[in-house]
């Protein structure tokens, strides 16, 4: 099976890292393809960058010609997967509910590390749409950029650590899930620092989105999902 | 003071409707400029539309040259309301939010009447993450298409009404909130049918606006709203 | 339009306070009409004299004897609201709900500052009821007593300041309503200390009394604000 | 011990009843006192009503001076409880929350069954900040009033077990609560007629004084409950 | 009437205290019959524990031939309850629900203190279900398992008493409820040092369980706890 | 890798019918072991069973004796997987909470259609207690016992196929998760008369639980759910 992995910010080198996750875990068979959005903001840090990113991930999985099985939206906290639901038959799993949901399987709550504070916010927020907040017991920020993780590996791994401990002890967390798509890679070093079970939502979603292949099911189409009504669209999608 | 009401969908005699009712309940000395997105679709009922709008939104006020005092986002149940909170420092108020708020202050509960029934589950995560369903009663649906409410008022009053009058009866509202923008102007007659105030959002929203303005009340940017942070845009925004 | 603003407690000045507050705030046009109790307690700080503010504010509505346009009540996480409305066409509004409807149009979680103590589970109580609950912060005590607000305004603003901020920094609160009557007039100096914006329940309501009168709606009269069931009463009202 | 049992209306008749269920199921040394309110209306079916019964309960009780060991306030769905619990230090037990509480016990989920369907947010309301309403499958109107109760009870059954009925039914209740002081004496007859458990919120509400005061357990005077501070009161407790 | 108050653990002095306890507060005409259960952990501290400890106590009171009038469950946060109803007609009362609701009576919010951490999640979600944790303020751990509390009651009073203060000063808990079964008896000692009532389960649930034999109520029998269908079992119950 | 399938009631041929379903979605290379509990009901529809079967599940997997990598409880609405989680390192995954998370990935609400309606508050309380209830539209009953799927599978198909539409045009549920271990069969049928995705427990479970081992990722051992403590059992396990 084919599985589309769409970064949400424009930044290569992410979309490459998310990549190896990906492949890292994917059963053999599957064929993951990392795609960049064909627009948007260099990280996504924000809800402006994020709406952004939402029409850019659709408009990119619209513009990808061959045949796929399914589509891992790969931006934590960000806008944009029930519009992907409306477009595509194909399962559509969003990392940010991917992780959570797997994190469910395994203690009594869990805590979201994340880069930015600025960022805790809108992570609630999807998590409270995705009814998967009631075990939630924090959502944390490390207080580094997006890309400042890429920059500096060790001090990333240091930052997040830290807050990790800070959700097992004062939260009562008992699963991290690191809650950044550039974080992916990081996973080991801070499991080794927590003592506590740490889940990558890049690598959750491509289970889920194999397993989901795997039994048949596919996105329902009866209310929410249905897909987009017939229209007349001014000056978009946009000339490139 | 100036306010920018921003439609949602393409569709200019929407936007000239969503004017006339703003202008219609401004107070003097309010200056209200009704705006129609640059790009996206003539009519928003889904959610691929809405993130599309939500960007158009976005753009579209970036792209206004004069200065304003607020700005009105006139789709109910509509992505977007957060990036534009975070563009500017200028009040913004969503229709649905500003409907609501005031429909709080009028009965116990209130119900919403909506387009198609498609639109209940985005107009209900909206209120959901706005913290104003625990007095929602129902969102409930006419049937009807945002554009065949301007091709057959009538019908449309017919259809409202009678969805208006079960959400009493049936659901226990005391108020009804009319859910979507092209509604406004069927407002009375439809408070005629079921004998309960009737909320419209764009109205609702002018007053609200009109109200933070004159208390010198803005954004608060200490967080969820700060400003975006400086990025690099790969092919954004589109040429034109 | 005219506007009765109804103090809860019987301290002249504090009705003028409020008043000063009230009318610097109004739309040209709109008439002020401080009221004081015409029984009660000098302030209210508990359930016994807040459900005796209740039926005073109640009674004072009832003897004054000229037309009005909407009723403030001007007491922060009072009782009483709900047999105003059934006593009244016109809207009522309350300064908690005021001022919380308010504050969630300025940021993502809102706190409240009040008085005492002892208040708070007051002002949550009336949160929860108003469902306006989902996106309070905090609810925080200064420590200070309503008459001492008077009597030493600037301990107040240091007292008050204090704990908006740690509701700013601990709590995450992105906006202050300011929680007691008394406290409208340091509005802008605990503005000055803490970055975000504050909202003061008296102006708030102001504005959302006069929108409401704009908009031509009244307090819905199907269900639980219908008007009182003719009764006997047995010594009441009270000789005076 | 001495319990006081305070009806909400000043309808001497629904006192004695009141009075007649409470002893028939104290225990053997509990002198039950009935009270009737010093002021009020003969019926409490509304906001208006209860808050002026909440006060007049408050001020009854003072007034009474003998010792006593607790107080029930025997109105359904009634403001004031929090008032008459800083007042003493004794326990003060409402019957509505009495007969959720012991509901509880007796099966999943429990519904009310109230007098008109008025009563009905009240009672919600009151159910909410008890914290007694997760469990609560509905509150369901009768549509007879309070004193229609007292002039038919043959009918009274009959529009009373046909709503209990419907909840066990339609809304999975498997308990019902008989909401309203003046039903106390049809409970017998509405058991039979439903086959689920059938609670009376003033027998409830005897039995948990009696506990309470039993276990030695006062009111907690730390915080919302504390008497209240000293203060100057204008025209207040009125001239009898 | 007679009670059977059935303890947890297999340890016979903690069955004891527990008697000891329930005779206490029993009203004249109680008899307490206290149980051991035939089969279980000398104490139950973790869900292994606990669901062995379920079906160990519905299997003792199967076995006891004499009449009984009520049961009480004498652990403090465990699994079980909804079984033994299923089982009988006569009200069962688990003390991890007779203690809150107790509580609920006494003050705005309770906090609960129980034996080790571990135990505090099973604790919550007992509250959780039985829709009684919206008033708690928090469940804190002593630190102290189960049988040091026997062994050191000294040390077991100064480590509840500490965590209820913090309850009581950080978590605006106004009532503590002692979560063990076998803290029945510092129940005074830890009163002293905290201000604010203390309850204990066993004691609260001896009056519960005498007030709904009094009542004659008995558990419902239409839905969720209605009889077990006849089964085939194997191999159950135990050869002994 | 191996995973364990434990039926909850002792019928082998409902162990092998869920053996089967496991077995037709399994990666290759995953051995499945069903295993039926060594005592127990032959049905599991009520408490008293589902404690019994919680207990009888945990001994079974003691008694395993081979290594394995993962243990699938297949019991819809049961008690018990708590205890698992303690005795295991490997992951444990429950039917119902499998269902539902897989549920939520593909529409915006799903409902539960199970066997007997006094399951539906089993089922509730279980998706209440995993936090996976926000977007549970409703729990409905085909009112056929467990043994009867398997003695008439086309009348079962019949009667989940009308429960299910029921809850897709009434209750907006948008996937269907089908409420019993032994309906795993009848999925496809379903299907296609609902036209909704229809998801089973046990095939959910399955691709879960590899996908945790696929991951490296194992029950969290800090709290809930560590290991039990060192005990002194009585007459425990049963002599067989």
Request: aromatic content about 4%; overall charge negative.
């Amino acid at each position: 099976m084919r599985i589309l992995v769409v970064n949400v910010n424009t930044t290569q080198s992410m979309t490459d890292s998310i990549g190896r996750t990906a492949r890292s875990v994917a059963a053999p068979g599957t064929e993951i393809v990392p795609l960049t959005p064909l627009f948007g903001a260099d990280s996504v840090e924000g809800n402006y960058e994020s709406y952004l990113a939402a029409i850019a991930v659709m408009e990119t999985v619209r513009h990808y010609d061959q045949p796929f099985d399914a589509v891992i939206q790969a931006g934590y906290g960000e806008h944009g997967r029930e519009g992907l639901q409306e477009l595509l038959e194909v399962p559509v799993v969003d990392i940010t509910e991917a992780a959570a949901s797997t994190a469910q399987f395994l203690g009594h709550k869990y805590s979201v590390v994340t880069t930015l504070d600025r960022a805790v916010p809108l992570i609630e927020d999807r998590l409270k749409l995705a009814g998967l907040d009631a075990r939630c017991a924090s959502v944390r920020a490390s207080g580094l950029g997006v890309l400042e993780l890429e920059a500096d590996p060790q001090a990333a791994v240091e930052a997040i650590a830290a807050e990790a401990v800070r959700a097992v002890q004062d939260d009562h967390a008992e699963v991290i899930c690191l809650g950044c798509g550039g974080m992916a890679e990081l996973n080991e070093r801070v499991a080794a620092r927590t003592g506590v079970p740490i889940v990558d939502g890049v690598a959750a979603a491509v289970t889920i989105a194999e397993s989901l292949v795997r039994l048949g099911l596919k996105t329902s189409k009866v209310r929410t999902y249905a897909p987009p009504r017939p229209k007349t669209f001014k000056d978009w999608p946009p000339r490139t």
